[in-house]
């Protein structure tokens, strides 16, 4: 397989991005192992020394491509690590920028969405669980210490990650499965204020 | 391919669920195309002439496996309808008996996402959409006769739709994903109570 080294001249960015959109896409309908360097290529409209050029090979398209989701949510998680202010307004913002890089990436997450549940494909692995596990703990920490600073009644912190996460899923789950009944980023921050205020108001039955 | 008529003598119960269970297994883990009939019985520990008799082909041994699980849901839609009493009650009840069924079928369950997310195998279709619309529908049905009979303050019926459905789901998925790590049906009811109360104190601000 020779790799072509010449720097292609034409917005280099766009079509690392085409190429880039075009896996996910073709990945997501074909599988991993379904899909050949050939259909990426044509689906981007770039020749094959492009794709190699950028990323070597299939594998290195779906790496970068799952990657780059990884540091994108890790950047989020870093950010919110370092805000200051009332919890619950954080975990609300959090959750928020959560949805908001879901949507800003979902043929990605509809393709990691396929990795996880479909069959093995055959793919290079990620560990979506641990991905899974940090935004879990994100959640926690922050009602942890909602409860700590008295914006949150004491009682059960599972029980809310749950509820919260649950939401989260459920917004992102019917933009992969239904757009045209989705929850928008409006929406779903109407959500979270309506279950931040039910957890508000427990303690005082 | 000869179709053996010979009806087995001993357990046909048992015969029937193992090979049930065996290919909601491999196709969840090898795929549906992945899966060969030889594969299947020799996982049920039977020989082919017994899943043609049950079955007739590897299609229909998916058929059944789906069509079963779509039978148990619409009958449980049925018993809800029917059912009387306060709203609240009926919607909790109603979601934890979701989640049971859930739990009661959970390989298939796991291969339904898996056919759904996942890229297409070459399995029949089945409209899984459709089947989330009744759930929901069932819900909505019951916030809305809630809000009517004054168990639940007015308000916006859809956001406590996706409230319920997003735990419903969490708790589905964390099944799936984490069992070490899951919500039991007893949590379950508790994360449930704790939406409704916050619904409940929602009028009272």
């Known amino acids: 397989m020779k790799e072509t080294r010449t720097k292609p001249t034409s917005s280099d960015v766009a ?5 880039l959109a075009g896996a996910a896409e073709l990945f997501t309908r074909k599988g991993y192992n379904g899909t050949t360097v ?8 770039v020749t094959k020394p492009v794709l190699y050029y950028y990323f070597r090979n299939k594998e290195g398209i779906y790496i970068e491509l799952i990657r780059a ?11 919110t690590r370092k805000e200051r202010g009332k919890s619950i307004e954080r975990l609300l913002r ?7 890089l879901f949507m800003e990436n979902i043929k990605v997450a509809r393709l990691m969405y396929s990795i996880y549940y479909g069959p093995p494909q055959g793919a290079p692995f990620f560990d979506f669980d641990a991905l ?7 959640v926690r920490s922050l009602i942890k210490k909602g409860i700590r600073q ?9 029980d809310r990650v749950w ?17 045209e009944r989705a929850i928008d980023r409006k929406g779903f921050v109407r959500i979270l204020n309506l ?5 508000q108001q427990e303690g005082r039955r």
Chains 1, 2 share one sequence.
């Open 15 to 19: 079509v690392r991005d085409r190429l």
């Open 38 to 45: 050939r259909e990426i290529v044509a689906f981007a409209g």
């Open 69 to 79: 989701a990884f540091v994108k949510f890790d950047a989020l998680l870093d950010e």
């Open 94 to 100: 959090f959750s928020d920028r959560v949805f908001a």
């Open 132 to 138: 899974h596990l940090r935004l879990q703990e994100a």
């Open 150 to 158: 008295g914006e949150l009644p004491k009682g059960n912190v599972e």
């Open 163 to 179: 509820i919260i996460l649950g939401a989260v899923n459920m917004a992102m789950e019917v933009n992969l499965s239904h757009p």
């Open 195 to 199: 279950i931040l205020r039910g957890f």
